[in-house]
């Protein structure tokens, strides 16, 4: 049999966190007008400032139209068929602890292996769970509060902080950001809050796992993260959904602000619904992530494993404003069946002697077409700005497709810029090898596709790492035939 | 222990193979030489299982086994090795870690129990020792921006740590120095036992100085023309193929 005959099947592995929980929930009918984002506004007992902001966002986003530069193809989303808010039942006030959390829940974040126990708390892993649009459960927050940093729902945030908030909220991704980024300021529901205060080492990853579960709900969280001067922070977000035929938009906003000498680590694990082998159903994960390296000698990592979704389009970016700052972009992205990603980063040089480092590991398999789209801008004060980029793709079978469109834009000529890229085929002779040494092809095929992600799986929390090669091996199962 | 009867077999329609029958015996060590392109990788990649090589006629049993029957990892848990003429580069993939992966797959085949972490660590450090392997390989990519010569110590070195019954070595000698040529064969020596045979594919009878071989095969347009013993060797290096051709048209 032939190279690609044989890798071909590299595709159709099921999804294995598509089940649907059945739990009564509040969702707000379809459409999308002033007072939808009223209703969310007034559900939330949010103050004034932030309604105002609101409708702002609104009011801009209208004006705006869908952008479709992106090299992705997609029947364009109706916005008024979309729910705006669903939020499971409450019992009373809501669980003050896990034993109050519905059970069904839960069950769900078991099956999907959330940690979220007290044993976990051994682990070291805080989760804030968001089940579709509303926080109920958030772990070790006690831990959390003697080390002074602040991790909860970011509508509960709006209440206990809202200096913070309103202090930084939109400061990274403005509202009319982009069409997304204004379409989520409007309606965002729910999301995390991290406060990290002045030399502090936050004790433990932080972690949140979000889940879509009604059925046409966009889900819009919006996250922030602020870590003051000399503090440090791991951040971890994974993703799933569950199955379903329709597409499913899900439009974040994530701001990160590094303070002098801070340092935040973001970590994505992402592997939503992408969808069947025909590309019926799937999420589209349309996400603005920004992080702004603030402060001198401050750090902003992002890392992201993406597996899932139908349609990623997505560019975490680090804005390098503080002198000596550092921005890191890690990234394996997986689109096999019918997947599309465009996914990429921005590292914006302002500051002196600033430095970004970007690796790109893009995988395609079936008919999942990839692109890599950065952008490096360096300032005309950017002085001593440097950075590497490393893009390589590595293609499995004959009917997918990888492109690269790395921009450019130097105003500064002391700038070093380095670039590689390569693109390469799982071959015959690799998996041949490999079978000679008594490696069964599937094993193989992992093994090789592990080795090609590597230098982005070091960069990942040591447990997650290992969940990481994990969810790689579930995605290629029953690939290889 | 390998029996091979009446091999043909084809590449893209092109007949290579035209009729092989090589018979091996439990620590035999056979050679064949033989001019470019007489389809010497061609046999070696048949019996190892490679895809693309059509067998249009014939048969080869190993242990009693019909190999042709079974897949190219079957093949290596049933003890079969070949160590590649051009060995293939996989970045980021740990050499001892496709190996552990080898070894631990087919020990699960035999029903053995997997050899944990420390286990095998100890089992590749004594063996990179017997093919003089310098550690430092033991942890890099496989064959990853190896020279020509590490690349084929490290085929021999896979060779030790996977303890095969049956070792086919495809012009493991090419591309090597002389110094690196006696490690090589050093090595082997040393994996040479009454239970393992080995076919050594060279064009170069050099080798043989350093491994003895029990028989001589020569393999010309896909046949094995003639067999003997070290001294028709020796007489390939003097007088060329040609002589052989003629003989065996006349035969
Ligand atoms: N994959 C292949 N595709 C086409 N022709 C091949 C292929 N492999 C080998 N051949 C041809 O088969 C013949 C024998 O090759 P090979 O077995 O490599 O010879 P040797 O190892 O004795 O030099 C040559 O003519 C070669 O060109
Ligand atoms: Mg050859």
């Known amino acids: 049999m032939s190279d690609n005959a044989q890798v071909e099947h590299l595709v159709d592995k099921k999804y294995e966190a598509g089940f649907v929980t059945d739990i009564e929930s509040d969702t707000l009918p379809p459409g999308l007008n002033e007072d939808v984002i009223r209703h969310i506004s007034a559900i939330k007992g949010e103050p004034d400032w932030l309604l105002d902001w609101r409708l702002a966002a609104f009011a801009h986003w209208k004006t705006m139209s869908e952008p479709h530069w992106a090299h992705v193809k997609y029947t364009p989303t109706d916005y008024q068929a979309i729910s705006y808010y669903s939020a499971p039942k409450k019992r009373e006030d809501g669980p003050q602890s896990l034993d109050e959390v519905d059970p069904k829940l839960l069950e769900t974040y078991k099956k999907l292996g959330i940690p979220l126990h007290e044993q976990e708390f051994l682990a070291g892993v805080a989760v804030d769970a968001v089940f579709d649009s509303v926080s109920v459960a958030t772990t070790f927050k006690g831990k959390l509060k003697d080390a002074g940093v602040i991790f909860c729902p970011i509508s509960e945030a709006v209440q206990e902080h809202p200096e913070l908030v309103k202090k930084y909220l939109g400061t990274v991704v403005p509202t009319g950001d982009n069409f997304f980024a204004a379409l989520n300021s409007a309606v965002f529901t729910d999301g995390s809050f991290v406060y990290i205060p002045k030399g502090v080492r936050c004790p433990m990853e932080l972690s949140t796992y979000f889940r879509i579960n009604a059925s046409n709900t966009g889900q819009f969280e919006r996250t922030l993260i602020i870590a003051d001067e000399g503090a440090y922070v791991s951040y971890l977000e994974g993703c799933t959904a569950p199955q379903r035929d329709e597409n499913q938009l899900h439009a974040a906003v994530v701001e990160l602000i590094a303070h002098d000498d801070a340092q935040i680590k973001y970590s994505t694990v992402q592997n939503w619904y992408p969808g069947d082998e025909n590309g019926v159903g799937g999420i589209y994960n349309f996400v603005t992530k920004r992080g702004d390296c603030r402060g001198a000698r401050s750090k902003i990592s992002w890392t992201q494993v993406e597996t899932g979704s139908a349609i990623t389009w997505k560019y975490p970016s680090c804005v390098l404003r503080g002198d000596d700052s550092v921005g890191e972009f890690y990234s394996v992205a997986l689109t096999k069946m019918h997947q599309q990603a465009d996914t990429g980063t921005k590292m914006v040089h302002l500051g002196k002697n600033t430095r970004s480092t970007i690796v790109s590991k893009g995988i395609s398999a079936g008919f999942g077409q990839q692109s890599y789209r950065g952008l490096v801008h360096i300032g005309k004060d950017a002085t001593g700005a440097r950075n590497h980029t490393q893009c390589d793709s590595l293609l499995i079978g004959s009917t997918c497709g990888a492109h690269t469109f790395p921009y450019v834009e130097v105003k500064n000529p002391t700038a070093t810029m380095e670039h590689e890229a390569t693109t390469s085929r799982i071959g015959e002779d690799q998996l041949f090898y490999c079978k000679s040494r008594g490696i069964a092809e599937e094993d193989a095929v992992n093994l090789i596709v592990n080795g090609f992600c590597k230098d982005v799986f070091n960069e990942l929390p040591m447990e997650f790492a290992v969940e990481a090669n994990r969810l790689m091996e579930v995605s290629l199962e029953g690939a290889v035939g | ?251």
């Open chain 2, 1 to 251: 222990m390998l029996k091979i009867e009446n091999l043909h077999a084809s590449v893209d329609g092109k007949k290579i193979l035209k009729g092989i029958d090589l018979t091996i015996k439990p620590g035999e060590v056979h050679a064949i030489m033989g001019p470019n392109g007489s389809g010497k990788s061609t046999l070696s990649n048949v019996i190892a299982g490679r895809d693309g090589y059509e067998v249009t006629a014939g048969s080869i049993s190993f242990h009693g086994k019909d190999l042709l029957a079974m897949q190219p990892e079957e093949r290596a848990w049933a003890g079969v090795f070949l160590a590649f003429q051009y060995p293939v580069e996989i970045p980021g993939v740990n050499n001892v870690y496709l190996l552990k992966a080898g070894v631990n797959a087919r020990r699960r085949h035999l029903g053995l129990e997997e050899l944990d972490a420390m286990e095998f660590m100890q089992l590749v450090r004594e063996k990179a020792r017997l093919v003089e392997l310098d550690q430092a390989f033991l942890s890099r990519g496989v064959n990853e921006g190896f020279s020509g010569g590490e690349k084929k110590r490290n085929e021999i070195f896979q060779m030790a740590v996977l303890e095969p019954s049956l070792a086919i070595l495809d012009e493991t000698d090419s591309g090597l120095d002389i110094d690196a040529l006696r490690v090589v064969a050093g090595g082997v020596n040393k994996l040479r036992s009454p239970e393992r045979s080995i076919i050594m594919v060279t064009h170069y009878q050099r080798l043989l100085d350093y491994i003895e071989p029990d028989v001589v095969h020569v393999l010309a347009d896909g046949k094995i023309l003639k067999s003997g013993d070290r001294t028709l060797a020796l007489e390939l290096e003097k007088r060329g193929y040609d002589w052989v051709r003629e003989e065996a048209a006349h035969a």
